[in-house]
T-cell receptor, first 114, second 113 residues
Framework: DTGVSQNPRHKITKRGQNVTFRCDPI?????LYWYRQTLGQGPEFLTY????????KSRLLSDRFSAERPKGSFSTLEIQRTEQGDSAMYLC????????????FGSGTRLTVV | AQSVSQHNHHVILSEAASLELGCNYS??????LFWYVQYPGQHLQLLLK??????LVKGIKGFEAEFIKSKFSFNLRKPSVQWSDTAEYFC???????????FGKGTTLSVSS
């Protein structure tokens, strides 16, 4: 149990469909991050929240991507009109304010767009 | 913008060999530095981190890293690797606590027994 929970673990969808992923961070952590990882690459930053406020978005986060963190607890990442290039592992991480334990990552959601 | 460069894409070692994985970052200000490991089929796990103080940082499983500010480097070392160290290793940096980590592309370590 990593402490950061992501659901679903795997998602296969047809091109053009919308998908939504959920992340439940460690409860004491006020910061939550979304990353995307493709084969042979390091995680690429997408966006992050401090409590419910979305403070930064990467240019990788196109208009088809939207993330929310209502009430500063769990977060959702939605991809609209999926494309084959969206196929990747989507990682969620959380951290406390002072990074005593670094950033804790979840196991990820693997998205396959067919 | 910050960036992280990991020089070795794939390293192959025999058990008991010494390991050094290179990491350089690009950022002019104060940084926090991290090494993460990802074992096959598992999530990213923190090996060690550097915020300030002694530039030689010790982490879990016998790993250590040395921060050399003048070289913008944070190389990971282990005196004697084991087969169980087979994994992917990522160096990461951020400029301020709580902001996003920027990762290198990773180094795959294969250790043969």
């Amino acid at each position: 149990d990593t402490g950061v929970s992501q659901n679903p673990r795997h998602k296969i969808t047809k091109r053009g469909q919308n998908v939504t992923f959920r992340c439940d961070p460690i409860s004491e952590h006020n910061r939550l991050y979304w990353y995307r990882q493709t084969l042979g690459q390091g995680p690429e930053f997408l966006t992050y929240f401090q409590n419910e406020a979305q403070l930064e978005k990467s240019r990788l986060l196109s208009d088809r991507f939207s993330a929310e963190r209502p009430k500063g607890s769990f977060s959702t990442l939605e991809i609209q009109r999926t494309e084959q290039g969206d196929s990747a592992m989507y990682l969620c991480a959380s951290s406390g304010q002072f990074l005593d334990y670094g950033y804790t990552f979840g196991s990820g959601t693997r998205l396959t767009v067919v | 913008a910050q960036s992280v460069s990991q020089h070795n894409h794939h390293v192959i070692l025999s058990e008991a060999a010494s390991l050094e994985l290179g990491c350089n970052y690009s950022y002019g200000g104060t940084v926090n530095l991290f090494w993460y490991v990802q074992y096959p089929g598992q999530h990213l796990q923190l090996l060690l981190k550097y915020f300030s103080g002694d530039p030689l940082v010790k982490g879990i499983k016998g790993f250590e890293a040395e921060f050399i500010k003048s070289k913008f480097s944070f190389n990971l070392r282990k005196p004697s690797v084991q087969w169980s160290d087979t994994a992917e290793y990522f160096c990461a940096v951020n400029a301020q606590a709580g902001t996003a980590l920027i990762f290198g592309k990773g180094t795959t370590l294969s250790v043969s027994s």
